[in-house]
């Protein structure tokens, strides 16, 4: 089965402006996260959709990030305006359902740098 | 809240040795325990994952965790390193009503000598 899809791989900005993330999650996976992850940390999870509606945005910062999900499949997240403490590989996940059991399968990333 | 620590930054094992990386987790009821592996530019890929019964669960690559409730800890080992298992190991915890949320460790970086 194809994998999960991220698009940009690198994305270079300079801060206070925008940007945005492409995910293409596996086919059939009802649930997407985005997480961040912070050069020498684990990743953080943004914010989890459940077909095309957010589960949790507990951490996400919405004064500048944004999501979306429309028809259930492919997401975009946004940053605007970025700030530099914003630099991070920003990676997409995707699982059949939200249950615990389901593993997560993790795209390859956007490696996001603010100048 | 849940969390996960683990508490070796960078471990360095020769290739045929054994390997243990350590994961001590903190959450209130029965945990969904993962151990993932990330190589240098790529996402995470699943290694095993504890949700009940045995407490020695098997992975992939040789890879097996052993949950200990009464340690909190679900230690990841392997008896003969290759140096191909060179990269970052990240344990993780979840469960609850939105077991799909996972809490990730700051990962510990392996290094293989040849």
């Known amino acids: 089965e194809a994998g999960v899809a991220q698009s940009p791989r690198y994305k270079i900005i300079e801060k206070r402006q925008s940007v945005a993330f492409w995910c293409n999650p596996i086919?059939?996976?009802?649930?997407l996260y985005w997480y961040q992850q912070i050069l020498g940390q684990g990743p953080k999870l943004l914010i989890q959709?459940?077909?095309?509606?957010?589960?949790?945005d507990s951490q996400l910062p919405k004064d500048r990030f944004s999501a979306e999900r429309l028809k259930g499949v492919d997401s975009t997240l946004k940053i605007q305006p970025a700030k530099l403490e914003d630099s991070a590989v920003y990676l997409c996940?995707?699982?059949?359902?939200?249950?615990?059991?389901?593993?997560?399968?993790f795209g390859d990333g956007t490696r996001l740098s603010i100048l | 809240a849940q969390s996960v620590t683990q508490p070796d930054i960078h471990i360095t094992v020769s290739e045929g040795a054994s390997l243990e990386l350590r994961c001590n987790y903190s959450?209130?009821?029965?945990?969904?325990l993962f151990w993932y592996v990330q190589s240098p530019g790529q996402g995470l890929q699943l290694l095993l994952k504890?949700?009940?019964?045995?407490?020695l669960v098997q992975g992939i690559k040789g890879f097996e965790a052993e949950f200990k409730r009464s340690q909190s800890s679900f230690n990841l080992r392997k008896p003969s390193v290759h140096w191909s298992d060179a990269a970052e190991y990240f344990c993780?915890?979840?469960?609850?009503?939105?077991?799909?949320?996972?809490?990730f460790g700051d990962g510990t970086t392996l290094t293989v000598k040849p």
């Open positions: 959450y209130g009821a029965t945990p969904y």
């Open positions: 959709f459940q077909n095309n509606g957010v589960v949790d």
């Open positions: 086919s059939g996976h009802a649930t």
């Open positions: 504890y949700f009940s019964g045995d407490t």
């Open positions: 993780a915890v979840g469960g609850g009503t939105n077991a799909g949320k996972s809490t």
């Open positions: 996940a995707s699982s059949l359902g939200f249950q615990g059991n389901q593993p997560q399968h």
